[in-house]
């Protein structure tokens, strides 16, 4: 099965992500219709939504498709984790953008738990889930290594606790590492769990002094894939081949070198560079 690699471009109009994706080589790219922390201007999409026009001009021309449209993270609104996203969005206040994202198959919605009390985000995830139910939306659980749910684990404890239809796990090689994930922890869950798999190098093989180091390094310091000499590959094998590749490698010195378009080419190839290398399957 041909694996299918989705890109993440920041570009205000969906329409120009489509051909700059394209343009890439990707396969699919995300929407990111969201406002962070649920709070922000409306997206021009649904200011006006005869722009969608260009974006379907755009995937019909390219063969794309889009795939997610934000975060809707899951934290305590009186107690905010110190190296989390912000405050935290109420799904029943983006029930809008929900509405759009399933009445242009827009995929699912990517969430991460910041709250260290389990009824609440179980509550709360459980009710993300329903929300987004109502439009088709799937909830996609990403465990993050210096949050509070931090390992599969925990993720696939959350799922079962909540039992909804359409509550996925992302998974990321940086998590995957620093939380200590075992290959055949994941190849032990149903396949399809996952929808979605970030593709990465860690910045260093010792865990940092912190975690809010590590959050840092986390979000700006991440490396193509073998780089680090770290053996990617057992992840690689495990994962399910029905699961988006993303490559997600926030990199702050790359990013000024080369422009977010090359670094996004570059970074494909790298990419792409490793699996061959390592008799991967693409």
Known sequence: MRKQWKGMFMNPHLWETVYLAHR????????????????????????????????????????????????????????????????????DDLREYFEFAGKHSLGGVQTSIWTANQDLAAERFAHLCDVCGEYGLTVNLEFVAWGICDSLAKARTLLETVNRKNARITLDIMHLYYSDVKPEEIAACPPEWFGEFHLCDVPHLEFPDSHEE????????????????????PWLKAVPGTALVMPEIPNRERSARYGQFEYSCRTLEECRRYYRNNGISL
């Open 214 to 233: 590590l959050a840092k390094e986390g979000r700006s310091y991440r490396l193509w894939p073998g780089e680090s000499g770290l053996d990617l590959k």
């Open 24 to 91: 890439a080589g990707y396969d699919a790219c995300g929407a990111m219709l969201l406002p962070r922390g649920g709070q922000g201007p409306r997206h021009e999409l649904l200011e006006d939504p005869k722009l969608w026009d260009n974006v379907q001009n755009a995937l019909d021309e390219t063969g794309l498709f889009l795939d997610g449209i934000g975060n809707c993270i899951i934290d305590d609104p009186d107690n905010i984790h110190p190296y989390g996203m912000g405050v935290p969005p109420e799904p």
